[in-house]
């Protein structure tokens, strides 16, 4: 087997409307956000695989030897990606010498590099590999860094496996997968996040893939052919909630005043219609003001929804506030609870303004990025287009 | 005619849930506003009528043979209060020497006061009286000032008639009509209102006439016959506004987003009805913390509402923050965009957070009184019972 190095990137995830409504069967949108997680494969003839994970201090290697014992057990499956085999689970983790209780994202990332490997050479010859990611997604925070993660290794996996084609063309920066490819890595990719999260709803995992924006509804996801790519800063208000007891918080709401609650979720579904149709008609015409005034609308309302479910946060407030005495609007995205939270900029939103914000917002003891939502999912890069200081990071193993 | 001194006082008025939602078809809850307006009657023989209305800076006096030259056109109408006659308030602003439109408090108070005597007494014996009027309430503060001060004339004026009776007996300190008296009493204040207001709802001088709390739904008012007393701060932020432009805003953005905005009308109008609810059992059962609890929330989710509704002001959140800091909750009440907030104190609020709560309200520059909603409509004291400072200002006239 011949083995091609490559270098792919896949992007995090915010939730633009929707959060907690889509658990209640109402619209999400959820979109890229163009802060990438950025895999480099190279091939070896050491006879090793071997996994870096820097940000979470992850370093592995297996004698291919050792790996091959394990393949009796999977020879039979064919590279099977419609659902995840739970034995073969079983059998990793005790391979790995972990119990079922042990869930940190360390093992679990190595559990779905291991998983998808094996599943996809075990038949056949295994390669001699390295992998190393480097993203920058913070972890834990909602954004989607497992999901990219994950989308990054399929990728790059079928690519070596040869099931798609690497798609980077001679003279051009990044290359894009076709459809069918796109949903090929994507089936895998979701078999990862299952090891990772579980019981995972897959949107994480298709806006990896695909980018752009999906269109989330009663487990049903869309992704939307043509969205703006939207400038905004991402605020990690660093406060650690947890999603399930937010959302058990909301649910609660709901049942004690259903009257008042279920017509705030009718609302939080319209806004998320009205955002994609404004954002499908940013593609069709020009892009106006009053396109962007809407956009901050919309922003605005559902950020008062939120808290009307119990799931705001005094630093989300302040994230709020901050970003208004600016003229710029937020919300919390995702959970809740603190975590983070978007900021729309403007087209006209000068460096002076962003840059005077970031401070503040740094200064509030948050971490703060300007970056954009809407990019393009996983895709191929040539080595040198991408940021010297991410090179620097994967060339180091 | 023999004409005996009184001592009336009627209620301001608070929208507690509803405002703006009325306005579209949805149920509000008005409220009496213990901040009170005080009318003394007194009997004169010097064949003048007089009124002094010192909060405005309007005392007026005239003699009967001039207000005896307005009877002709007034002799035909028998003291008629089904409606406004327009052609006696133009003979009446002639009278005055007012233009059409001239619509000053001081202008308005006056032709009121005029309406009612003439219509009460033109077709008979004219008594000579002093009225003289003292309020609580800022006025021109959607706190219902107008209403309390044409239910009190009302009151008073049509006591003098003989059309009501007094109703303080003996040794009580106040006392209150019957209800076909207080129907009496609310539509001669509403023709007072008419003349103040040009298009009246009627709301505030039956909350007037009336007290306690009134729904409010399509035009028709429905006093509720028992609920509790709850203490609240008043605040007024003093930020001048508009009720026109904040209610045409509102209707703009259900124009411009109604898919978004009606389902938030249902929800304020599910706040309106479970408020109700909890009121009346509060009356029925023994109130728990957990009544509290749930007129707090309610409270909160209806100020976002009115966030989103776009009636909210930098001001009213400074208010929320300031109170939210010591505990309390609060939102605005009636036209928003600055104007009036209300502030629920639970009955375990102690002074010394009541205190410093109002003393943090006055350093933020707004105007705030501990008082509470849900008390009496209009009743007659017995002079000593009322609060000195009050007397004293009555008695300077």
């Known amino acids: ?3 091609r190095d490559c270098l792919i990137s896949a992007p995090g995830k915010a939730i633009l409307h929707g959060e907690h409504a889509v658990v209640h069967g109402k619209v999400a949108l959820a979109v890229s956000l163009n802060l990438r997680t950025y895999l480099q494969l190279k091939a070896k003839d050491d006879g090793k695989v071997s996994i870096n994970l820097p940000n979470i201090e992850t370093f592995v290697s297996w004698e291919l030897s050792e790996l091959k014992q394990l393949i009796p057990c999977f020879s039979d499956k ?3 990606v419609q659902r995840l085999d739970p034995e073969l689970v079983k059998k990793l983790r005790e391979f790995m010498g972990v119990n079922n209780g042990n869930l940190d994202s360390s093992t679990t990332a190595t559990l779905a590099f291991l998983y998808i490997y094996l599943s996809l050479f075990g038949s056949g010859e295994m390669p001699s590999l390295t992998v190393s990611v480097w993203s920058e997604l913070p972890t834990g925070a909602g954004l989607g ?21 690497a798609p980077l063309k001679d003279g051009e920066q990044t290359g894009r997968w076709c459809q069918e490819d796109l949903e090929l890595i994507n089936s895998w990719a979701f078999q990862g996040e299952k090891i990772i999260h579980g019981n995972p709803s897959g949107v994480d995992n298709a806006v990896g893939t695909w980018g752009g924006m999906l269109r989330f509804l009663a487990g049903k996801i869309i992704p939307l ?15 650690p909630r947890s999603t399930k007891v937010l959302v058990a918080r909301v649910k ?3 049942n004690k005043f259903p009257s008042i609650m279920i017509p705030v979720l009718d609302s939080v579904d319209a806004i998320s219609c009205t955002c994609e149709k404004v954002l499908t008609e940013m593609t069709c015409e020009p892009i106006t003001g009053e396109h962007y005034n809407i956009l901050e609308e919309l922003i605005d309302i559902n950020q008062h ?17 901050v970003t208004a005495a600016r003229g710029l609007h937020s919300k919390l995205t995702g959970a809740g609870g603190g975590g983070c939270g978007i900021t729309l900029l403007r087209p006209e939103t000068d460096l002076v303004t962003v840059q005077g914000t970031v401070k503040d917002l740094r200064d509030c003891g948050f971490d703060c990025w300007e970056t954009s939502i809407g990019g393009p999912g996983v895709q191929q890069h040539f080595p040198f287009s991408v940021k010297e200081e991410i090179l620097e990071v994967l060339n180091r193993y």
């Open 252 to 254: 609660d709401k709901i």
């Open 1 to 3: 087997m011949q083995v």
């Open 78 to 80: 064919k590279e099977e």
């Open 145 to 165: 860094s497992s999901a990219a993660y994950s989308v990054c290794l399929a990728a790059a996996l079928l690519c070596v496996s040869g099931k798609i084609p």
């Open 225 to 239: 052919s043509r969205v703006p790519l939207l400038r905004i800063l991402l605020t990690n208000t660093k406060v």
């Open 305 to 321: 929804h939120l808290n009307v479910m119990g799931v705001g946060h005094p630093s989300l407030d302040i994230l709020c506030k």
